[in-house]
Structures are given as structure tokens and as C-alpha cells.
């Protein structure tokens, strides 16, 4: 994973998770603009999240966080 994508996963996790609360889930959308403006960083994401991990459509903030963190 690009550095600059683990450094904004991080800090969207840590937002939601300081406005909604460790329970928060997010998608891997979290972390893009609902535009297509960065479609390689999207798919690099994308295959992160479900081709590597296989995680579900939402994971909750702190797990995302923390597996992002252990990288």
C-alpha cells in the first residue's frame, strides 16, 4: 500500500471514529471523494480491501486502522 493511501486511511478512520464512536464501520469509499479523480489509488485500495483481506463491504474503523498500522 502507497504511503500517502495508508497515511489517509488512517486519518479518516480517526475522524470517524472521533465523531461517531469505535463502533463506526466505514468502506474503503471512505477514503475517496465521490468523484473518480484518482482511479488507480481507488483500485489500489479496492484490492487492498477485498481481493487481499477479503474484508466485508463496511469493517469498523479500529480494525481498518489497526491492520493499516501493523503494515
Known amino acids: 500500500m502507497r504511503e500517502n493511501l ?15 464512536g469505535e463502533g463506526v464501520g466505514l468502506s474503503f469509499y471512505a477514503f475517496f471523494a465521490n468523484k473518480n ?3 488507480e489509488l481507488l483500485m489500489e485500495a479496492a484490492e487492498w ?17 489497526k491492520m493499516v498500522l501493523a503494515i
Open 37 to 39: 479523480d484518482e482511479p
Open 6 to 20: 495508508r497515511r489517509k486511511v488512517i486519518e479518516v478512520c480517526d475522524k470517524k471514529i472521533a465523531s461517531k
Open 49 to 65: 480491501w477485498i481481493m487481499t483481506h477479503k474484508l466485508d463491504h463496511f469493517e469498523k474503523a479500529v480494525k481498518i486502522k
